[in-house]
């Protein structure tokens, strides 16, 4: 998982936002590697990559508003082989339903191999309703982006 933070980066702030994803997902039985990145554009699809080279899932935190220094959406595009849209849209829709704020926030996701890569917000909340929107089809998503070709596509 990667925060993105210039005042994490900086040890001027907590992660307060890492250590809850990093705590939810070793819940899930995830091994988690943890990296900080201020927000610069470069810095942060560079980490992305890195990550995806050793893992089925990266959690991006922070970066996606509308503060100029908010790049991570952007930079994650460019790492991106294929888009996945449905999950950007529902952590948004579950969003909405408790801060109108959601409205803007503009992270992304999709894979890049057979990697999920998915944004999150930088605030703890929007990290665990963010998680939790995306866990109940978290292990089938990861199984078909591995190729697991006995895995069924189940639908309801």
């Known amino acids: ?16 936002s890492g250590v809850l ?19 610069e554009p470069e810095l942060i699809s560079s980490a992305i990559a890195d990550l ?3 893992a089925l ?12 220094r908010d790049v991570t959406p952007e930079a994650t595009q460019t790492v991106l082989e ?11 829709a579950d969003a909405l339903t408790r801060t109108p704020h959601a409205l803007l926030s503009r992270g992304v996701a999709g894979l890049r191999g057979g990697t999920l890569i998915v944004n999150l917000p930088g605030s703890p ?4 309703d963010g998680f939790a929107v995306l866990r109940p089809a978290l292990r089938h998503g990861l199984e078909l982006a591995a190729g697991d070709r006995e895995t069924p596509h189940r639908q309801t």
């Open 125 to 128: 909340g929007g990290c665990r």
């Open 52 to 54: 995806a080279k050793n």
């Open 1 to 16: 998982m990667l925060t993105v933070s210039d005042g994490v980066h900086a040890g001027e702030r907590d992660d307060a």
């Open 21 to 39: 994803l990093q705590d939810l997902l070793r819940e899930e039985g995830f091994d988690v590697v943890r990296q900080v990145v201020p927000d």
């Open 82 to 92: 294929r888009q996945a849209p449905g999950i950007a849209e529902a952590i948004r």
């Open 57 to 68: 899932l990266v959690l991006t935190t922070g970066g996606t508003g509308f503060a100029p």
